[in-house]
C-alpha cells in the first residue's frame, strides 16, 4: 500500500503502539454511578420517579433494592409508578449500561460506518482533499487501516493494527498545521454525524478520547507546521490556488484575464472551463504540493474537481494544444507572442491574489518551460527553462582502441558506456552537451570519436582531422600525425575556439596537441561522419545509456582510452514528440 493510501489512516495516529490506549474504554466516564435516595420507612415498595443519572459503564443489579437512581418516595403512590419508571430506566440505559467504548461506537460495524461517513466529508473538503482525490490511493486500503488503528485504540476485541507507524506513512507529504487540524475538524464532525445513527448517545468524555489521541499524533504527522514551507501552502492550499485560477466573471482570476484578453481568447471559444479550472488547479498545486497532475479519479460531489474523472484525466500539454487554433486570427496556431500574453494574464493574476513575489517567480519559472509543448513552433520560444548539468565520468579505463579495426560502425570502435539514471526531478529534456577525453594515441589522424545518446542519435566530435575523407568508412588515408596524450585531455564543446578538423594542424609528428599548442577546446566537425554538432541531441530524453566511442584507422599507430567526462545539460522545457 502506498504511503499516501494510509494517510487519513495515518493522520489520524490512532496506533496503540503510540501510546493512549490502555484507558480509553474509562476516559471521563463515571464507573460507578452516583445515586441521592430518601426513602419513607413506612412504605416497603417505594414508588420511584428517575431525574438525572450519569452514564455508566458499570453492570446492571439484578436487586430492586439496589437500582442506582435517583429516588424520591410518595406513601400515597405504591402501585403502578414505579413499574413505569422502572421500564422506563431500563430502557434509557439498557444501550450503555456495561458498553465498552467500542461497543458505544457500534463495534466494529459502527467503526466502519464512521470512517465511511468520514472520508466522505474529506474527499469533499477543498481544504485537504488534494492529499487524497490522486488515483494511487486505494480507499479500500486506507479505510482497512482506519478501521484496525480506531478498533485497536478502542480496544474491540480482536483487532490489531498493521499498517505504517505514523511518522513513515507521513514523511514527505509536507501537512501543515492547518491541514491537520482540517482533518481533525472532519473526524469531530463524522463523530457527531455517526452519534446520531446510533440508538444511543456517545457522551462528550467519548469523543474526547478518541480526539485527543489524535492530537497526540501531530508531532509524527506535522512536517510544516507554519505552513509556510511550501507554494501551495503559502498560496492558500488547493482553495487559494482554485481562487487564483478562477472562471471568466471572478474579476482578476486568470481564466477571466485570459477571457478579457482580445489577442488570445479566440483559443478559449470552445472551453469547458470548470475542466480548465480544475486541470489549471492541479498543474499548479503538483509543483510542491499533494496533488498529482494527470492522476485524476472521479468527482466525490459536485463543485469538486469538476470536468474530469478516472476516464477523463487533465490531458499532458502537447495533448492539450495540438492542433489548436484561434478563429479570430485566421485559424493561426498557438505562437510564442500567444504563449508570452498567456504568461503575463498569470502573472497579473498572481499579484491580484496576492501572491508572494518569490512564489510569482516560482510558479512562472515553472509554467515557461511548457512553451515548447503549446505553440506550434517550438524553436520560437525563449529559452525560459532552468537547466542542471549531469557529469558522467569514466575514469582510470586503460581501454585499448581497436588498431585499424574502424569500418563507421559503432561496433567496430572502442565505446565507454555511461548511464544517466531518471532523477525524477523534472529536468528530462537535453539542452546541452560537451565532451572530454583523455586518450593515449599516435597519430591523431587516424581517430574517429563518436557520441550515442539513449534515443540512438550519433553525432561525431572528431573525424580524422587533417584527412578529408570521402566516406565514413576508415579506408582512406592519412591525416594529421600528431599525438594525443591523456595527461593533456580534449575537450569538445559547441562554441569552442578551434575546429575539430585542424587538431594539430600546426604542430609536428613528435607533439602532442593540447601540451604543446595549448589548444585544448574545439568545436565538432563531423566530417563525412554522422551528425553536425552537439545540439543534435538538444530536446531528446536525457536518461537512458549514453556512449562515448573511439575509433582507428590504418595500422601501427596505436592507442588506449584513459578517461571520459561526458557533460549533459538537462533543461526542464518540455518537448512534444
Not at 469533499?124 to 486500503?141: C, E, K, M, P, T
Not at 487533465?314 to 486570427?329: E, F, I, R, V
Not at 503575463?344 to 498572481?350: E, F, I, N, Q, R
Request: hydrophobic fraction near 35%.
Amino acid at each position: 500500500m502506498s504511503t499516501r493510501a494510509v494517510l487519513i489512516c495515518a493522520a489520524l495516529g490512532l496506533a496503540a503502539a503510540c501510546g493512549g490506549g490502555d484507558d480509553l474504554t474509562t476516559t471521563g466516564v463515571e464507573t460507578e454511578t452516583e445515586t441521592e435516595t430518601e426513602t419513607d420507612p413506612s412504605t416497603t415498595e417505594g414508588t420511584t420517579e428517575p431525574t438525572t443519572t450519569l452514564l455508566t459503564t458499570s453492570t446492571t443489579s439484578t436487586d430492586p433494592t439496589t437500582t442506582e437512581t435517583e429516588t424520591e418516595t410518595d406513601p400515597s403512590e405504591t402501585e403502578t409508578v414505579g413499574s413505569e419508571t422502572d421500564t422506563e430506566t431500563s430502557e434509557s440505559e439498557s444501550d450503555t449500561e456495561g458498553a465498552t467504548l467500542c461497543e458505544r461506537l457500534g463495534g466494529v460495524d459502527g467503526i466502519a460506518a464512521l470512517h465511511d461517513g468520514f472520508l466522505g466529508r474529506v474527499l469533499s473538503d477543498q481544504r485537504i482533499n488534494g492529499y487524497f482525490l490522486n488515483d494511487d490511493v486505494d480507499a479500500a486500503a486506507l479505510l482497512s487501516c482506519l478501521n484496525d488503528q480506531i478498533g485497536e485504540a478502542v480496544e474491540c476485541p480482536g483487532v490489531t493494527y498493521g499498517c505504517q507507524d505514523m511518522l513513515a506513512a507521513h514523511a514527505g507529504l509536507g501537512i501543515s498545521t492547518q491541514d491537520f487540524n482540517d482533518l481533525a475538524e472532519d473526524y469531530s464532525l463524522a463523530l457527531d454525524d455517526h452519534e446520531g445513527g446510533l440508538g444511543h448517545a456517545l457522551t462528550p468524555e467519548d469523543k474526547a478520547a478518541v480526539l485527543d489521541v489524535l492530537a497526540g499524533m501531530a508531532g509524527d504527522i506535522v512536517e510544516d507546521a507554519a505552513g509556510d514551507q511550501t507554494i501551495y501552502q503559502r498560496v492558500g492550499r488547493k482553495p487559494g490556488i482554485l481562487a487564483l485560477v478562477g472562471a471568466p466573471g471572478e474579476d482578476g482570476s486568470f481564466i477571466d484575464n485570459v477571457a478579457n484578453d482580445a489577442a488570445i481568447n479566440g483559443f478559449f471559444y470552445a472551453t469547458d472551463f470548470g475542466r480548465l479550472n480544475t486541470c489549471l488547479m492541479r498543474q499548479i498545486a503538483a509543483l510542491d504540493g499533494p496533488v498529482k497532475y494527470g492522476a485524476e479519479v472521479d468527482s466525490p460531489g459536485p463543485g469538486i474537481d469538476e470536468g474530469v474523472d478516472a476516464l477523463m484525466k487533465c490531458l499532458d500539454m502537447c495533448g492539450a494544444h495540438a492542433d489548436l487554433t484561434n478563429p479570430d486570427n485566421g485559424d493561426a496556431p498557438i505562437t510564442a507572442d500567444d504563449f508570452s500574453l498567456l504568461m503575463t494574464d498569470l502573472s497579473d493574476a498572481m499579484v491580484t491574489a496576492g501572491v508572494l513575489a518569490e512564489d510569482q517567480l516560482a510558479i512562472g519559472g515553472a509554467m515557461a518551460p511548457l512553451c515548447t509543448a503549446i505553440v506550434a513552433d517550438p524553436g520560437t520560444c525563449p529559452d525560459l527553462g532552468a537547466t542542471k548539468d549531469v557529469v558522467l565520468e569514466a575514469l582510470d579505463l586503460n581501454f585499448d582502441i581497436p588498431d585499424d579495426g574502424y569500418d563507421g560502425s559503432l561496433e567496430s570502435m572502442a565505446c565507454v558506456n555511461l548511464p544517466l539514471m531518471n532523477e525524477n526531478d523534472g529536468y528530462d529534456a537535453v539542452a546541452g552537451v560537451s565532451l572530454t577525453v583523455a586518450i593515449d594515441h599516435t597519430w591523431v589522424g587516424d581517430l574517429v570519436i563518436k557520441i550515442e545518446s539513449p534515443s540512438g542519435t550519433v553525432t561525431t566530435p572528431l573525424s580524422r582531422p587533417g584527412l578529408l575523407e570521402p566516406v565514413d568508412d576508415g579506408v582512406d588515408c592519412c591525416g594529421d600525425t600528431s599525438n594525443l596524450s591523456a595527461a593533456a585531455p580534449i575537450t569538445f564543446v559547441n562554441d569552442g575556439p578551434d575546429d575539430a578538423e585542424l587538431i594539430g594542424a600546426d604542430l609536428t609528428s613528435n607533439q602532442i596537441a593540447c601540451a604543446d599548442d595549448q589548444k585544448c577546446e574545439y568545436f565538432p566537425n563531423a566530417g563525412n561522419a554522422p551528425g553536425v554538432d552537439l545540439d543534435d541531441f538538444d530536446a531528446e530524453d536525457a536518461y537512458g545509456l549514453w556512449r562515448v566511442c573511439v575509433g582507428d584507422s590504418t595500422n601501427m599507430d596505436t592507442g588506449v582510452i584513459q578517461a571520459v567526462s561526458l557533460t549533459v545539460t538537462k533543461s526542464n522545457m518540455v518537448y512534444c514528440d
